[in-house]
């Protein structure tokens, strides 16, 4: 039996989702036909609009549905006539790569966006400025202060768009009480099916549309909805919402996690431990022991984690977001990411330590 | 509901779907191999590190290769997408942008799909000179016009294969040889076209050609862009991340919907030729029947040139909304879904000079896969008795 702890590349779908899932693809129906079949569609996908919306307790006319969390990404950057786009050095390649001429906003050592910095780089910004701050990292789980970010924002004149893809569903999220104009998720994260996403925006934003064509999701991204996908996600979010308290749990097996293996080798670090971070994430590193070697261990043992983010892990090369964390080029090379989900059980983390164990002590032996 | 639907309600057909170019039906042997892939094998296939991964990787990859199959490419030419719109867009608004500095025009048709005409209209607005070109009364392009629009300076004609309205098959070589001679991409959106023609990209000389999963009884959710390798065709991205599909469309891969697509392809390469018989054979059932039962009905279209499954009727002296309302069992369309909520003639229908009371009279009938002799029997006398209802109430109401 293979145990999975790489629930932040993906998550397994949950029973909810892949029933609504499998209801949805028996149905014939397009969306935006205006017979019966195409107003059945239609409903389920407003359904899953509101439960996406619950999710992150925001209006369900702000929900508009796209292909994944890069699309939403892509699209808020895109979509919006900014005058300057500033990043966080942290941020997801889908955010880096959209907008290669940002400004980038330095991380502390910690992992946290430096507040100073950003206030400094708002003074000298333009009005009009787009800031794009991820809610949690996918690869340290260091929750972003978006509160705080806002307020500078706010104050500057500046949007805010907050890719919330590894956050939601694994915390508490108020997208209304945050003042975020908008807001990036994924499906596939949270239990949902993969080929779906969100970008929730704000109605009064002049958000341009990243594809055009047929007029859906009110005007504001064309294509065919892709129903069984969008019901799959409403149920996740459903689901998501109400198993928050278990990921609040799943934050003492990371903890105990944790603890075990600074007991097996004291030497190592785990990045951002003296900040909040998701339930779910640890990102861990012993210097001298490289990531590949502990991948390829853990695999032979039965135990998927990675290394950095998955979209890049096909690419030998170091973290971005660890280096923006001032890690040096040995540490960011051997650092594995441990992610806990929905279905994880104490017996994944006793399978993961055993193997690390195994691993640690032939290392030390040679 | 209204009165008119009272005594005859048990005469109607119960949830007939002849909608089939808005979307079909996934087949249940596509949904069979798909479900797998959002269960126990529910790897990221970007995820290299561990063995989920490299199981979805492989399902995705051989998708692709049952995808290329369907239409004589390489694998390494396909590109996953979200489906037809983001591929039209991509490789219209991609290689305009691309080109922009030596080829600012680009060329295409005025009854093209939405996403088209919008990808074109938003390349206008960002200073590229846009061609779209008229189409005669059957439908179809006019290869003169369009052999004398394209220039040096063009950087992408796009033009569909077969309409998603009237269902006609454009000239899709001609236009290619065109296209090559000024040394332009031809870009053909296909979403109604895979599935249910042969079609062969490297025959044709079509340098990118865009794919839809539901429009052939795959998923929603999926489609593709073929992107000619030899010569090299380059496009600007829409959508940048992790750099996953050689750069040209970032984003996880969905492997269940990649599978889902891969089969859908497998099964059409399989049964295109006696399915499509099949399909004729009902649509001309469907049209006789009408034909024997009703006058005033006319084919908007050209009359042989168009696929299989597709027939656009005007009935004349009736309102294509008000017939539709009359018959809530039988899933028709008049204009294309995209646009179907807002009550406009269709835009297809008026750039064939189709007058607007004629194109306000037109309903699209699409037969599919899993359509029946029953049910095309039944729409035929649906049809019939509420087209003379309504032409009955229509003239007392002048008198």
């Known amino acids: ?366 | 509901m209204a009165k008119s639907d009272g005594s005859k309600a048990n005469r109607r057909p119960p949830g007939i779907y002849l909608d089939n170019q808005a979307t079909t039906p996934t087949d249940p042997r596509v949904v069979e191999a798909m479900l797998p892939f959002f269960t126990e094998r529910f790897g990221n296939p970007h995820s290299s590190a561990h063995a989920f991964g490299w199981d979805a990787e492989e399902a995705v990859e051989q998708a692709r290769e049952q995808l290329a199959a369907l239409i004589g490419a390489s694998p390494r030419e396909v590109i996953f997408t979200s489906g037809a719109t983001e591929s039209n867009n991509l490789a219209i608004k991609g290689a305009a942008r691309f080109h922009r500095e030596r080829r600012p025009q680009v060329v295409t048709l005025a009854s093209e799909h939405k996403c088209v005409l919008e990808s074109a209209r938003q390349l206008e607005r960002e200073g590229h000179r846009v061609d779209i070109l008229p189409v005669g009364a059957d439908g179809l392009v006019d290869l003169d016009l369009l052999a004398r629009t394209v220039t040096e300076e063009t950087a992408v004609v796009s033009i569909m294969a077969v309409n998603n309205e009237i269902g006609v098959i454009q000239p899709v070589a001609g236009i290619a040889a065109i296209c090559r001679e000024k040394g332009a991409y031809f870009h053909c959106d296909a979403a109604q076209a895979v599935g249910k023609l042969p079609l062969d990209v490297a025959a044709l000389g079509i340098d990118l050609l865009s794919i839809s999963g539901h429009k052939f009884y795959g998923p929603k959710g999926i489609g593709a862009l073929y992107v000619r390798r030899r010569p090299r065709v380059r496009l600007e991205p829409l959508i940048d991340g992790g750099g996953q599909e050689r750069g040209l469309r970032s984003g996880t891969l969905a492997t269940p919907l990649c599978v889902g697509l891969g089969a859908a392809a497998a099964i059409a390469a399989a049964e295109m030729e006696s399915e499509s018989a099949r399909i004729s054979a009902l649509k001309t059932r469907l049209l006789e029947g009408i034909r024997k039962r009703l006058s005033g009905v006319a084919l908007n279209g050209h009359a042989t040139l168009r696929i299989a499954g597709n027939l656009n009727l005007a009935f004349e002296g009736v309102d294509a909304e008000a017939l539709m309302r009359a018959m809530p069992g039988l899933a028709v369309s008049s204009g294309s879904a995209c646009t179907s909520t807002a009550v406009e003639p269709s835009y297809v229908l008026r750039a064939l000079g189709l007058q607007e009371a004629r194109a306000r009279s037109s309903i699209r009938l699409a037969v599919g896969r899993f359509n029946t002799e029953a049910e095309i029997d039944a729409t035929v006398e649906e049809l019939a008795a509420q087209v003379a209802r309504l032409r009955r109430e229509g003239s007392a109401a002048a008198e």
């Open chain 1, 1 to 366: 039996m293979t145990v999975y702890l790489d629930y932040n590349a993906t998550a397994p779908i949950r029973p909810a989702a892949l029933a609504a899932m499998t209801a949805a693809l028996a149905a014939p129906g397009n969306a935006s036909s205006v017979h019966g079949p195409g107003r059945r569609a239609r409903r389920l996908v407003e359904a899953a609009r509101a439960q996406v919306a619950a999710l992150v307790n925001a209006d369900p006319a702000w929900v508009v549905f796209t292909s994944g969390g890069t699309e939403a990404n892509n699209h808020a950057l895109a979509g919006l006539p900014a005058a300057r786009i500033l990043i966080s050095a942290g941020e997801h390649d889908s955010l880096r790569q959209a907008a290669p001429t940002a400004q980038r906003i330095p991380l502390t050592p910690d992992g946290v966006v430096n507040l100073d910095a950003l206030a400094a780089m708002l003074k000298d910004a333009p009005a009009g400025c787009l800031v794009s701050v991820m809610l949690a990292n996918n690869e340290t789980g260091v929750i972003q202060p978006i509160a705080e970010v806002v307020a500078l924002a706010r104050a500057a004149g500046a949007w805010v768009h907050c890719d919330a893809v590894q956050a939601a569903g694994k915390i508490p999220l108020d997208m209304q009480a945050l003042g975020i104009d908008l807001l990036s998720l994924s499906a596939h994260k949270l239990g949902g099916p993969p080929g779906v996403g969100a970008l929730l925006a704000r109605p009064e934003l002049p958000l341009q549309p990243l594809l055009r064509g047929g007029g859906q999701e009110r005007r504001r991204r064309a294509g065919t909805e892709n129903l069984p996908g969008i019901a799959g996600f409403g149920a996740a979010a459903e689901m998501a919402l109400e198993d928050l308290p278990v990921f609040e749990k799943l934050g003492e097996l990371l903890q105990h996690f944790e603890r075990e293996i600074k007991m097996l080798a004291p030497e190592v670090k785990v990045f951002g431990a003296a900040v909040a971070r998701l339930p779910n994430t640890a990102c861990v590193a012993l210097a001298g022991l490289p990531a590949e070697t502990q991948l390829m261990a853990l695999d032979l043992a039965g135990v998927a984690v990675s290394s950095g983010a998955a979209c890049s892990s096909g690419k030998v090369q170091p973290s971005h977001v660890l280096a923006a964390m001032g890690a040096s080029a040995e540490e960011a090379g051997a650092a594995i990411r441990v992610s806990l989900g929905w279905a994880s059980v104490p017996g994944d983390i006793d399978c993961l330590l055993a193997a690390w164990g195994d691993l640690y002590r032939r290392s030390q032996a040679a």
